[in-house]
């Protein structure tokens, strides 16, 4: 059942309803991390909405708010950082370690770390 089966006509529901919340995949798995992270306990609510604050205040943020999902993935990343639970110069590496393997990766396939080809595969 779709959300206008049994919810009345598209004309009754408010504008945007059903254009996607997440224009990118990443945005979704930045979302969902933030959540679980949070109820893991390794931060609050309020100290996530000021980390955000801070990211979305910052100057050259886009007045039409396409940015809104890298302010929110700096301020998760900063906030782990401040945490002492992932340096920025870990996050940096794990994220050149994905770019390379997604390079790697013939089209259509899925991503997977190991197909970095730079990973040390001795372990």
Do not use: C
């Not at 089966?5 to 930045?30: M, R």
């Not at 943020?61 to 900063?78: F, I, N, P």
């Amino acid at each position: 059942m779709s959300r206008l089966e049994g919810n009345g006509s598209a004309a009754d529901l408010p504008p945007g309803f059903d254009t996607p919340v997440f224009a990118e995949p990443w945005q979704a798995e930045a979302f969902a991390m933030t959540v679980a992270l949070h109820d893991k306990g390794l931060f609050s609510w309020n100290e996530w909405a000021q980390a955000l604050s801070s990211e979305v205040k910052k100057p050259g943020a886009a007045a039409d708010g396409h940015d809104y999902y890298e302010h929110w993935l700096a301020a998760l990343e900063s906030l782990l950082a401040s945490k002492g639970l992932a340096a920025k110069s870990d996050v940096d590496a794990m994220a050149e370690a994905w770019e390379r393997a997604a390079h790697a990766t013939p089209h259509g396939k899925p991503i997977l770390l190991e197909n970095d080809p730079q990973l040390d595969r001795r372990s």
